[in-house]
Each structure stands twice: as C-alpha cells, then as structure tokens.
C-alpha cells in the first residue's frame, strides 16, 4: 500500500528471517511472539525500512515492512507466512 491508499496485487514472497532483511538494522524480540527491525539510526535524507512480526496464531505469522525516504512514507508491505 502506498501513501494514497493504492494496494498493490497479492505476490509470492519467501521466507526470510527478520534479522537477515538489513545487517544494519537492530532486531528486538519482545513476548508472544511479536519482534521488530529498526535501524539503530537515521540520519536526515536516509532512506531505511521498519519491520514488524507477529504471531496471529501457532500457525500463522505476519510480517509488516514500512518503507521511508528523505520525503517520508512510502509504502507499507503485508506479509503472511504459514
């Protein structure tokens, strides 16, 4: 989804581990199953991404990843895992 509210059509993605999406991002693991991914910093005109996971189930995870460039919000991505 992009800042005027355009979703985009569904797409495959794969698995990958939140801490392996960026080696300069921190990656913290609070309880039931919620973890986030944040850059340590952010400096003025930095383009960087935020990531959210969490358990909807046993059996189900989501992942959301916002994107940010130097003029703010970009786009927002959904991710289902079984």
């Known amino acids: 989804m992009t800042p005027d509210w355009i979703v985009h059509p569904k797409t495959a993605t794969s698995w990958i581990q939140l801490h392996e999406l ?4 921190l990656t913290l693991h609070l309880n039931d199953g919620v973890s986030a991914s944040f850059p ?3 400096e003025n005109g930095d383009t960087f991404f935020l990531a959210m996971d969490w358990l909807s189930s046993h059996t189900l995870l989501q992942r959301a990843i916002r994107h940010y460039n130097p003029s703010g919000f970009t786009s927002l991505t959904l991710e289902v895992f079984t």
């Open 22 to 25: 960026s080696e300069n991002n």
């Open 40 to 42: 340590q910093y952010v």
